[in-house]
């Protein structure tokens, strides 16, 4: 498990350190693909889907998820009823 405090009233930091996850996880399933297309090995295809889904869930404007802390950052008002210990 995972926690995270939040980073205050910095609405721009905030959605940066919540973003960063699933960018660098799309890059990494990106270099997969790549692999896949350079290898034919459909290992490196259903590790670089894997990868999207499970970054493209992760997304999700959900308070726990990195996308509902981008979405907290951007709408102060998500966040008012929601613990950041």
């Known amino acids: 498990m ?3 405090r939040s980073l205050g ?3 721009l930091a905030e959605a940066r350190v919540g973003l960063a996850g699933p960018i660098l996880g799309s890059i990494g399933s990106a270099v997969c693909l790549l692999i896949w297309r350079a290898t034919g090995d459909d290992f490196w295809r259903a590790l670089a889907f894997t990868g999207f889904f499970l970054n493209l869930f992760n997304l999700l404007p959900v308070i726990p998820l990195d996308g509902g802390r981008a ?3 951007m709408a102060r ?3 008012s009823s929601a613990s950041w210990a």
Do not use: R
């Open 2 to 4: 995972i926690s995270a």
């Open 9 to 11: 009233d910095d609405a």
């Open 71 to 73: 979405m907290a950052a």
């Open 77 to 79: 008002w998500m966040c």
